[in-house]
């Protein structure tokens, strides 16, 4: 960003109240149904947030909104999408009745640089988000708004994008990347519920390896590593938000991992807290 925009930014978010920097969070969300089953990684959630400020508002990327074009949720009380099937009808009655922050959303929308930002007023709160928010803040007491995933942009575009943000890090807005490093249903063992196949172990390491080295670039261009990788990415959409999270990050930053499992052959909860 250029030192012009840079202040610009700067300007717009003076009506929002200097706070410590908030940390920056990736979730590996998993199984719809961690939104209502008490389990080690609803606990992990749960403690991961312990020792952090309640925020002023949360920004959540989740990997099940993809749009063409980048949105920003704007309404003042978001639905709960329940998009998924096949549950117990239990999580379809979940409503998750957290307030939308408008103001934000409008602030976000007039500041970002990287790609054009629209505000959007139909969408609400994905299961990406919600199911995760609701086992951390299940009061729905903290505004919850989300930007999608544009489908049509690089690596590289969701990265830099997520450098805008970062800023809101010092205003108390918490920025959640919620999908899985691994992510590959075609190979998913239903029988292996407690461990991963070896390309996907190999494969969680060298995420973990790479994120504390901060080879920001290894992680962008993931396509060019090992085949293992490949098995663990065969789409974006549960690894974009890792970017996100990534371009929020400050060098040096205190890095933690948790919820640090491969199962069912070829999913990872593996998840990660900056700052």
């Known amino acids: ?136 803040y299940p009061k729905a007491d903290v505004p919850v708004i ?24 010092r205003k108390g807005v918490l920025i959640i990347g919620s999908g899985n490093m691994i992510h590959n249903l075609r190979l998913v063992d239903w029988e292996n519920q407690h461990s991963g196949y070896e390309w996907a172990l190999e494969a969680n390491d060298g995420f973990k390896q790479m994120i504390l080295h901060e080879e920001f670039d290894k992680l962008i261009n993931y396509k060019k590593l090992a085949s293992s990788f490949q098995l663990a990415v065969p789409t974006p959409d549960h690894y974009i938000p890792l970017l996100y999270v990534l371009g929020l990050i400050e060098k040096d930053e205190m890095t933690e991992f948790y919820n640090d499992t491969v199962l069912m052959g070829s999913l990872s909860m593996t998840s990660v807290k900056f700052g």
């Open 1 to 136: 960003m250029t030192t012009v925009k840079l202040a610009a930014l700067e300007n717009m978010v003076d009506s929002f109240a200097e706070t410590p920097k908030m940390p920056a969070l990736f979730v590996g969300h998993g199984n719809p149904m961690n939104a209502i089953e008490e389990n080690l990684f609803v606990a992990g959630w749960r403690k991961m947030i312990e020792n952090i400020d309640k925020p002023k508002s949360i920004i959540c990327i989740s990997a099940h909104w993809e749009t063409r074009g980048s949105y920003i949720t704007a309404m003042d009380k978001p639905k709960t999408i329940h998009d998924f099937g096949g549950f117990p009808d239990s999580l379809y009655k979940v409503q998750y009745n957290a307030s939308g922050d408008p103001i934000l959303a409008d602030l976000i929308q007039k500041t970002i640089h990287t790609g054009e930002m629209q505000l959007d007023y139909n969408w609400g709160l994905d299961h990406g988000c919600w199911s995760v928010v609701k086992q951390m």
């Open 146 to 169: 989300q930007l999608s995933i544009d489908y049509t942009k690089s690596m590289s575009y969701h990265f830099n994008l997520a450098k805008e943000l970062a800023i809101l890090r």
